[in-house]
């Protein structure tokens, strides 16, 4: 076992962006009911999430940091896993190698956690101390060693984009997680984590869009869609404004996109476009992850059976308000 060396670290942290998705997706993992992710300067100044989550054993603690030779995916019959095929058990030991790093955790309710530091990846300090239940990382001047990495960075706007987009579909694909996402002293993203999904349009992309949504709601024997298409009347939103989550998983489809444009354009003017957030869900075996794992596109095997089923679902509710 060795610290993860920064070469490796390269492929896990491209930028601030990839830490956040690592971080929340940790604190996802151990089952947090709250997630606070606050940047600044795009988060190359500093990163930090704070979850109400598992915590970390502290016999873990400082493990967590180092190369694991195994693997989850073996254990795991969650197909999505495998998007991170080659990150399991990489990522905190290569922000660690790349950043300074700051771990509070407590996995009791006796108020006692653990905190480690780790610079470098060079372990700082690593002490008991009072924490409350959950884990709270704190990632200081990314890439501050590795400034040929450093000079790839954007803007502060760019960064802080790719990390606001990250949040705003987690938030959607986790209606039952409370996010919230600052920027320096800005609150960008609140959700109220109770299970509704038009709330979390509402925190979004404001609440007049979230007025503006149709629920839409269908199943067959193979599939089930839920979620919310715009009103004819909105006109605010352009291509981009589809958001589809697969068995609670944010993904990339064209077909499905298509679908639901199709439908919508049957019936509206070719220039215009949905803001559209649907879940489908379906058995496991009918999706193939393993198409473009870093972009997050999947293959249905049924693919013939679904996009038709999709845009029916979409044109029978938008019709009865166009006409
Ligand atoms: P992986 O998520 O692939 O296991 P990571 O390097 O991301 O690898 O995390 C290493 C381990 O640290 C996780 O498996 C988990 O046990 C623990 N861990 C990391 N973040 C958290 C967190 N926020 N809450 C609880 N445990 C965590
Ligand atoms: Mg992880």
Known sequence: EHIANQIAAGEVVERPASVVKELVENAIDAGSTKIEVTVEEGGLQSIRVTDNGSGIDPNDCTAAFYRHATSKIEHS????????????????????AVA???????SGDEGLGHRVVIEGGKLIAD???????????IIRELFYNTPARLKYMKTIQTELGHISDFMYRMALSHPQIAFSLRH???SLLQTVGNGDLLQVIAAVYGTQAAKAMLPIQAENLDFQLHGYISRPEWTRSNRNGISTMVNGRYIRNFGVNQAIQRAYHTLLPINRFPLAVFDLRMHPSLVDVNVHPAKLEVRFSKEQELYPFVEQSIYQVLRQEVL
Not at 100 to 106: F, G, Q
Not at 127 to 137: C, K, S, W
Request: net charge negative; proline share 5%; aromatic share 4%.
């Open 77 to 96: 019959r969650d197909l999505f896993h495998i998007t991170t095929l080659g990150f399991r058990g990489e990522a905190l030991p290569s922000i660690a």
């Open 100 to 106: 300074k790093v700051e771990l509070v955790t407590s």
């Open 127 to 137: 002490e008991t101390i009072a924490a409350p239940r959950g884990t709270d990382l």
């Open 184 to 186: 320096n002293s800005n």
